[in-house]
Each structure stands twice: as structure tokens, then as C-alpha cells.
């Protein structure tokens, strides 16, 4: 009988602590930014580090904070530079 109220015990407390979660889940939910996603995708791809980052998503990141240029990239052809400042230009922070 022990085991029968610790087994109703647990499925009780693993669905109070679900529903909470899952409340808490949405409230907290934060909105990702994909800029740097869509930045990324205009950036050359070669991961080479020429920049001073680890990769392409090091620079995205800090070219959508505006801690970069996008001229620090070498490798990144004129006309993706111009159609990324343009699309930071466009997209800035709300
Ligand atoms: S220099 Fe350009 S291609 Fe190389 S890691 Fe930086 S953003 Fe990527």
C-alpha cells in the first residue's frame, strides 16, 4: 500500500511540475533574433577567421550588434557587402 501512494505521489508532483514548466515556457519566452541567422547567410561561408572570429556566426553576430564592419571580411565580395549593409540598414534593432 506504501508503494501505491508513492507511485500516486510522484505522478502527481511530475504533473504539477509539468504544468508549471510548461506555464513558465511561455512566459519566459524569448523571442529569437534572426537577423544573425540572415546575416550569416550573406556572409562567404569559408569560416576562415580572417575577421578575428572564430567563424562566420562570431562575425554575424557582432555585425548585427554593430560591433563590426563588414569590411573586416576579405574573402566577402563587394555586392554582399553592400546587400549586407543595406539589409542592416534596413533591419535595425526595434
Ligand atoms: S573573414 Fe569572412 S569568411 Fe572568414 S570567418 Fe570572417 S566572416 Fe567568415
Not at 51 to 77: H, I, Q
Request: hydrophobic share 45%; glycine share 12%.
Amino acid at each position: 500500500m506504501a508503494i501505491f501512494k508513492a507511485v500516486i505521489l510522484m505522478l502527481v508532483l511530475g504533473g504539477l511540475i509539468g504544468v508549471f514548466l510548461g506555464i513558465a515556457g511561455q512566459k519566459l519566452y524569448v523571442k529569437p533574433d534572426t537577423r544573425v541567422e540572415d546575416v550569416l547567410a550573406m556572409l562567404p561561408g569559408y569560416n576562415c577567421g580572417g575577421c578575428g572570429n572564430p567563424g562566420c556566426a562570431g562575425m554575424a553576430a557582432k555585425l548585427v550588434e554593430g560591433a563590426m564592419t563588414v569590411d573586416k571580411c576579405r574573402p566577402c565580395k563587394p555586392e554582399a557587402r553592400e546587400k549586407i549593409k543595406a539589409y542592416l540598414a534596413e533591419h535595425q534593432e526595434a
